[in-house]
């Protein structure tokens, strides 16, 4: 069964930090790119960042690049996506995705 499992989300002041994780199983990790993704309330979804399998090739959206920043660690199957310079847009449910879908962890970004 695959399953991505995101977390590391919650309340932060803006200009504040969070590092979101997901963990993944049920798939062979290191053969898949892995994205994140994020729904802001009201919205349609957002492509954010790109990372390939071997971690050698990342891309960023245009409103996060600079702030944010995706790595992987393939021998504990997660995608990580530190993220800086917080702002109030930036709130949103956040997901990673490989063609399969996890439940999302929300980052709320308010003072």
């Known amino acids: 069964e695959v399953q991505l499992v995101e977390s590391g989300g919650g309340l932060v002041q803006p200009g504040g930090s969070l590092r979101l994780s997901c963990a993944v199983s049920?798939?062979?990790?290191?053969?898949?790119?892995m994205n994140w993704v994020r729904q802001a309330p009201g919205k349609g979804l957002e492509w954010l960042s790109y990372?390939?399998?071997?971690?050698?090739?990342?891309y960023y959206a245009d409103s996060v690049k600079g702030r944010f920043t995706i790595s992987r660690d393939n021998a504990k199957n997660t995608v990580y996506l530190e993220m800086n310079s917080l702002k109030p847009e930036d709130t949103a449910v956040y997901y990673c995705?490989?063609?399969?879908w996890g439940q999302g962890t929300q980052v709320t970004v308010s003072s």
């Open positions: 049920g798939f062979t990790f290191s053969n898949y790119a």
């Open positions: 995705n490989a063609g399969y």
């Open positions: 990372i390939d399998g071997g971690g050698y090739s990342t």
